[in-house]
């Protein structure tokens, strides 16, 4: 599969992850016995899946991967609403139909990952199916027009944290060079409501089938007669992604420079309230804590052993382990599950004094703090031109330079990472 | 508000695009929308366009709205042709690009409706107008030499 294919399933995925309309309690159908399924299954590593479907008669009673391969009739007949059954195919429309006849709908339990080369298509049926959302994306307009007449409105398409970090850090530099008063930010979550409420920025919360076709409106119409932006560097923007990582384009530049047009250093702290009650009510101890945090939604987990290695070995060196935890995640085992608000979170490490984690948008939201931060990047070509260290670096983006780890792992297994465990625990350990 | 409008421009453009279909045989071929303000782009634009060209196998390209000093300065050039579209189907060809990418042999020089966001934003000492065409509007890999 080409990249550019490969990305656009990614993108899409992530998107619907972000905006819930995929959870880890649903049964993950995927549509298709082909290469498409199985990069979504890799991103969708800790996701529940259930099989895959394909009306292919020679493919049917296969094994996949794992998953049995049925046809359609066999396993939709009973309508299930906990079924989510992804498409990848440039059959999208003939696949659509044939599920919508067992009672599933399109942007509730089918979700169309990638519409394959028919999505470049003049036909009627694409055409229509593009008008319709952008007619729906006026209804949005005008109904949140309503009450906010004259705001200027910012639209972030993408619920990742450290986007959503990004976008908290430079917005108001933005609106102050646009003189821009009254505004209005859209998200698709209420966690990215959190993170920009971090830099006293309100936001309101939309589901993203909404905030797509908000986009297409504001698009078609013009952002500027609509009074409009789209905060984000590269979603859905071919020619824009392009550039990430090429001759060091790291994240933050695409942000800052890109979307927000800010040249030159600029840098934002946001206030952060005391600790102190965390580490009284959870009986840890200051300067001796390590915040564990192994999730990311990007990023493929690296496997428990090695976790739960890394806190009995630190352990052993007298540390306080917890596993930063949110939602459903569970803490490594043999550790507690803490789930820190962002509005403590950089005093909680400040105090702490140790954080060591895989590479995700909390790492933005933390790289001010003083804690030392063993930060784990996965190995490969991910982003556009660069690997994932190279355009998500801490350093690289000089969002933090002391205190700091940085760790490309090539697999996830324990044994393929001793040596990056002895590194951390060394990291940890030295004062 | 009305979208109405938009979408209707945006409708007359498939008929354009047919007509270019069927003319000049679009499997083997790219079209790319010179529409950029700055001659420069334009300039890097054609300058480079016979890499990606040769990057994407494609036997020739249709050149849109390219000015009399372009087409003169690229006369040599027999993959070129060179075709002028009025502005009103510019302007459709355009929204319909915004619509939705409909088709994935149309390149337009600039971020106008095809992006949210605008790469030249990230011009600096390091990054130039050069990669910017190279890179991000033909999608080649490297800058060519000129």
Redesign the interface.
Do not use: C, P
């Given at each position: 599969m080409n990249l550019e294919l490969t990305e656009n399933i990614e993108d899409n995925l992530i998107s619907a992850i972000n905006s819930s309309d995929i959870t880890k309690e649903n049964d993950i159908i995927f549509f298709g016995a082909n290469k498409s399924s199985l990069t979504m299954m890799e991103i969708l590593k800790d996701y529940h899946f259930l099989a895959i479907i394909d009306n292919d008669k020679r493919k049917q009673g296969q094994l996949i991967s794992g998953l049995k391969v049925y046809s359609p009739d066999e396993l939709l007949a009973d309508y299930n609403p906990n079924y989510r059954i992804l498409i990848a195919s440039e059959y999208y429309a003939a696949m659509r139909k044939q599920l919508e006849t067992f009672g599933y709908k399109e942007g509730k339990e089918i979700l169309i990952l990638w519409h394959g080369?028919r999505?470049?298509?003049?036909d009627d049926e694409?055409?229509n199916y593009?008008?319709s959302k952008?007619?729906y994306?006026?209804e949005v307009?005008?109904e949140f027009?309503k009450d906010a007449p004259s705001d200027f409105i910012f639209i972030c398409p993408y619920a990742g944290t450290g986007d959503m970090y990004l976008v908290g850090m430079y917005l108001e530099e933005y609106m102050k060079t646009h003189e821009i008063t009254g505004y209005s930010v859209i998200v698709p979550n209420n966690n990215c409501k959190r993170i920009l409420g971090l830099f006293d920025l309100k936001a309101i919360s939309m589901e993203y089938a909404k905030i797509e076709c908000l986009?297409?409106?504001c698009?078609?119409?013009?952002?500027d007669?609509?009074h409009s932006?789209?905060l984000?560097?590269?979603?859905?923007?071919?020619?824009?992604k392009?550039?990430r990582g090429?001759?060091?384009?790291d994240f933050n530049?695409?942000f800052r420079?890109?979307?927000f047009?800010i040249?030159g250093d600029y840098n934002y702290i946001f206030k952060q309230e005391n600790a102190d009650d965390i580490f009284t009510d959870n009986s840890l101890r200051k300067g001796r804590t390590v915040l564990l945090s192994p999730y990311a939604n990007t990023i493929t987990k690296i496997s428990d052993d090695f976790w739960i290695k890394l806190a009995k070995e630190l352990k052993a060196l007298d540390y306080d382990v917890v596993t930063n935890v949110s939602g459903d995640e569970e803490s490594i085992e043999g550790t507690m599950g803490l789930f820190v608000p962002y509005k403590q979170i950089i005093s909680f490490l400040d105090d702490a004094g140790y954080f060591v984690g895989v590479r995700s948008g909390l790492c933005d939201i933390i790289c001010s703090s003083r804690a030392k931060m063993a930060v784990l990047y996965p190995f490969g070509n991910v982003f556009g031109?660069c690997s994932t260290y190279d355009y998500f670096s801490l350093e690289k983006m000089d969002l933090k330079t002391d205190n700091l780890l940085e760790i490309i792992y090539e697999k996830t297994d324990l044994s393929d990472n001793i040596d990056n465990l002895n590194k951390i625990v060394d990291f940890c350990n030295i004062i | 508000?009305?979208?109405n409008k938009?979408?209707e421009i945006?409708?007359k453009?498939?008929k354009y695009?047919?007509e270019l279909e069927n003319k000049y045989d679009l499997n083997n071929k790219a079209v790319i929308l010179i529409d950029n303000d700055d001659d420069n782009v334009n300039y890097l634009t054609l300058a480079y366009a016979d890499e990606f060209r040769i990057s994407k196998n494609y036997e020739s390209l249709i050149i849109l709205n390219a000015n009399a000093k372009l087409k003169e300065e690229f006369a040599n050039n027999k993959s070129f042709i060179f075709l002028d579209i009025d502005k009103e189907k510019t302007l459709a060809i355009k929204?319909?690009y915004?619509?939705?990418?409909?088709?994935?042999?149309l390149i337009i020089n600039n971020?106008d409706?095809?992006?949210?966001?605008?790469?030249f934003?990230?011009l600096?000492d390091?990054?130039t107008v050069n990669?910017?065409v190279a890179?991000?509007?033909l999608?080649l890999n490297k800058v060519p030499a000129l």
């Open positions: 080369n999505y470049y298509s003049i694409t055409f593009h008008a952008v007619r994306g006026e307009y005008n027009r986009m297409m409106f698009r078609m119409r013009g952002f007669s609509t932006k789209v984000n560097d590269g979603f859905n923007q071919i020619m824009v392009r550039l090429y001759k060091n384009i530049t695409m420079q890109g979307v047009e040249k031109a | 508000m009305n979208s938009d979408l945006a409708d453009a498939r695009w047919r929204k319909l915004m619509l939705y990418k409909f088709t994935d042999r971020y409706g095809t992006s949210d966001t605008d790469a934003n990230l600096s390091n990054i990669d910017i890179i991000s509007i999608g």
